[in-house]
Nanobody, 116 residues
Framework: QVQLRESGGGFVQPGESLRLSCTAS????????MEWHRQAPGKERELVAR???????NYADSVKGRFTISRNYAYNKLYLQMTSLQPEDTAVYYC??????????WGQGTQVTVSS
């Protein structure tokens, strides 16, 4: 069974932190690229961070220095540690695999709301 499932979203105030988790089933995380995307109301879905099978990481300019993407291979999980959150970070966050068995894979998404 191939499945991605996000968790850890919530409501926080500006400046606070949040850690998102993505549990992967039926995939070997050591040999695939994995990403976090987000979609705010009325906007297009955008790439936030990428963790490649080669161990490289990439971030959108808007989150550099604040977000950290990581993997735990033993527990088949992908994480996004978010610090110094701002209202502009409010969105539904999705775990994404660009290609597994020739097809893109998406989780169901988890809501992050940053507001004072």
């Amino acid at each position: 069974q191939v499945q991605l499932r996000e968790s850890g979203g919530g409501f926080v105030q500006p400046g606070e932190s949040l850690r998102l988790s993505c549990t992967a089933s039926g995939m070997n995380l050591r040999i695939i690229d994995m990403e976090w995307h987000r979609q705010a109301p009325g906007k297009e879905r955008e790439l936030v961070a990428r963790f490649t099978s080669g161990g490289d990481t990439n971030y959108a300019d808007s989150v550099k220095g604040r977000f950290t993407i990581s993997r735990n291979y033993a527990y088949n999980k992908l994480y996004l540690q978010m610090t110094s959150l701002q209202p502009e970070d409010t969105a539904v966050y999705y775990c994404h695999v660009p290609s597994y068995r020739g097809s893109p894979r998406w989780g169901q998404g988890t809501q992050v709301t940053v507001s004072s």
